[in-house]
């Protein structure tokens, strides 16, 4: 195996010990990584996670190889690192739309944090590996941008196809279903989406899940196209659904976009990847299409088919509504006129819950003695 691609280029001629220096975690099969640093070479203290001091031995042009332990070095093979006079930081590695990916390559589509290698008048180049160079236009500047410096962007490919970077954060990433507006259609081409960048995103007339018009907002996955390497849409959001076996258990907390209103109750996707089924009496208000929510697993059924809940199960989606009862309780002199044959609305209405989820707490305050059930409502058992 070569060695592995510079990392970065961030040592300087004339200065003193390491200077700047950037370790990342090549260790691929050698146990090695490269850094950059000043041509006198030195000792980089690492810490935690066994690191310990990495040597680095001065080569020409100021670059140097550090060898670390097969795993990376310093945990170097579990997460990344940046290090800097001294200092380091980490940064998650889970390309998700809150969380950039720390990486020495970019990838179109998703938040990476990227080296910046030089400026010019057009803005700053950032080091996109094996996609080469890659401009950030000057308009995203901000004072801590420097050659050298590392800087959290979104990639994607402009209306000339060349690759570019924004420090702006669509409403989703590659791979991930959106709720998404429609705001012109092109004849013979397809429409474009607001998805929060100034360029909006092309819904193909191929791939529409009927016939849309501006000013429709409709769920879409969002996919790489193969062909021409642009990022795209797709309304047929059940071809992309994983129909591999989920591996989920009862219980399990879980991100819901609801997809589609059937009579059963609400399909939802389910972390960007599979599909499941939201049951009409589970919620006590109607659901959306284009809703995000959170939820919970209730069941996997022997069709490999996923049932789920809005509510937790037992005691941890009980012990909060009865705290908020007692608190209705002590705000109304210690009596509601709720009780287990209330209507469901008033019962929505003061504490938005669903009639079977009241019934289990106040029937829990009961078993504990700390409320009465009467014919009237419901009232606190008096402390003598």
């Known amino acids: 195996m070569g060695k592995p691609r510079p990392y970065s280029r961030m040592g300087r001629q004339?200065?003193?010990?390491?200077?700047?220096?950037v370790v990342g975690p090549m260790a691929e099969g050698q146990g090695r990584a490269w850094a950059s640093l000043a041509p006198t070479g030195g000792e980089l203290d690492l810490g935690g996670d066994g690191g310990g001091t990495v040597k680095i031995n001065a080569e020409r042009q100021g670059r140097a190889w550090a060898s670390l332990a097969p795993t990376g070095g310093g945990g170097l093979g579990r997460r990344w690192r940046w290090v800097a006079f001294g200092e380091r930081r980490e940064l998650p590695a889970i390309g998700t739309r809150g969380v950039p990916r720390w990486s020495t390559m970019a990838q179109i589509g998703q938040r990476d944090v990227l080296i910046i290698k030089y400026e010019n008048q057009s803005g700053?180049?950032?080091?996109?590996?094996?996609l080469g160079e890659i401009l950030l236009p000057g308009r995203y500047r901000t004072p801590g941008m420097l050659p050298g410096t590392t800087v959290d962007v979104f990639v994607y490919r402009d209306s000339r196809d060349r690759l570019i970077a924004?420090?702006?954060?669509?409403?989703?990433?590659?791979?991930?279903?959106?709720?998404?507006?429609?705001?012109?259609?092109?004849?013979?081409?397809?429409?474009?989406?607001?998805?929060?960048?100034d360029k909006d995103l092309l819904l193909p007339i191929r791939e529409f899940p009927s016939l849309v018009t501006p000013g429709d907002w409709i769920v879409v996955w969002i996919h790489l196209d193969r062909r021409s390497d642009r990022i795209v849409a797709s309304g047929r959001t059940n071809r992309h659904v994983d129909l591999?076996?989920?591996d989920y258990k009862r219980g399990d907390a879980v991100k819901l976009l609801i997809s589609r209103?059937?009579?059963?109750?609400?399909?939802?996707?389910?972390?960007?990847?599979?599909?499941?089924?939201?049951?009409?009496?589970?919620?006590?208000?109607?659901l959306g299409v284009g809703q995000s929510l959170d939820g919970f697993v209730l069941r996997m059924r022997p069709d490999g088919k996923v049932d789920l809940t809005l509510h937790q199960a037992g005691r941890e989606r009980i012990a909060p509504l009865t705290e908020k009862i007692l608190k209705a309780l002590g705000e109304a002199e210690g009596k509601l006129p709720l009780h287990d044959r209330s209507d469901p609305a008033e019962i929505q209405r003061e504490f938005g819950v669903s009639k079977k989820a009241f019934k289990q707490a106040i029937g829990q305050l009961f078993r504990e003695r700390r409320i009465m059930i009467e014919s009237t409502g419901i009232r606190l058992v008096s402390v003598e």
Do not use: C
């Open 166 to 197: 924004t420090t702006e954060v669509p409403h989703a990433m590659v791979n991930e279903f959106a709720y998404l507006r429609v705001v012109s259609v092109e004849r013979g081409l397809g429409a474009f989406l607001d998805w929060g960048l």
């Open 14 to 21: 004339g200065q003193t010990g390491l200077g700047r220096a």
């Open 124 to 130: 700053f180049y950032l080091d996109g590996g094996d």
């Open 261 to 286: 209103i059937t009579p059963l109750g609400y399909d939802a996707i389910i972390n960007h990847k599979h599909s499941g089924l939201i049951y009409t009496d589970d919620s006590a208000e109607p």
């Open 244 to 246: 591999t076996e989920a």
